[in-house]
């Protein structure tokens, strides 16, 4: 197998119920490419164990854009993406901003 790096620049995986051990695997793909700048993760499953990880690997990257609306992303979570530099665009739409 090819040890070279990927080079994808975008990801779309919206509407895929995608769950928090999807989301882990998701980081484990971004492992793989170095040119990621958008990642579309909106109207899937992902709750805190999952955001924590997709921060965990977006801190490590260059991600431009992030779409994670729809999910069950809440409190510390948050912040932490809204914190994220350089991203330039996040939607958290239907996000619940407590410490939940």
Same mark, same amino acid.
């Given at each position: 197998?090819?040890?070279?790096?990927?080079?994808?620049?975008t990801?779309?995986?919206?509407?895929?119920k995608?769950?928090?051990?999807?989301?882990?695997?998701?980081c484990?793909?971004?492992?793989?490419?170095?040119?990621?700048?958008?990642? $579309?993760?909106?109207?899937?499953?992902?709750?805190?164990?999952?955001?924590?990880?997709?921060v965990?690997?977006?801190?490590?990257?260059?991600?431009?854009?992030?779409?994670?609306?729809?999910n069950?992303?809440?409190?510390?979570?948050?912040?932490?993406?809204?914190?994220?530099?350089?991203? $330039?665009?996040?939607?958290?739409?239907?996000?619940?901003?407590s410490?939940?």
């Amino acid at each position: 197998m090819n040890k070279q790096k990927q080079q994808l620049a975008t990801l779309i995986l919206a509407d895929n119920k995608i769950s928090s051990v999807g989301a882990q695997q998701i980081c484990g793909l971004m492992e793989q490419t170095a040119t990621l700048q958008e990642l $579309q993760l909106q109207n899937n499953d992902i709750d805190n164990t999952g955001g924590q990880a997709l921060v965990n690997q977006i801190k490590k990257r260059k991600i431009q854009k992030l779409d994670c609306d729809n999910n069950q992303l809440t409190g510390t979570i948050l912040a932490d993406l809204l914190q994220m530099t350089p991203i $330039q665009r996040l939607h958290l739409v239907k996000s619940t901003l407590s410490d939940a």
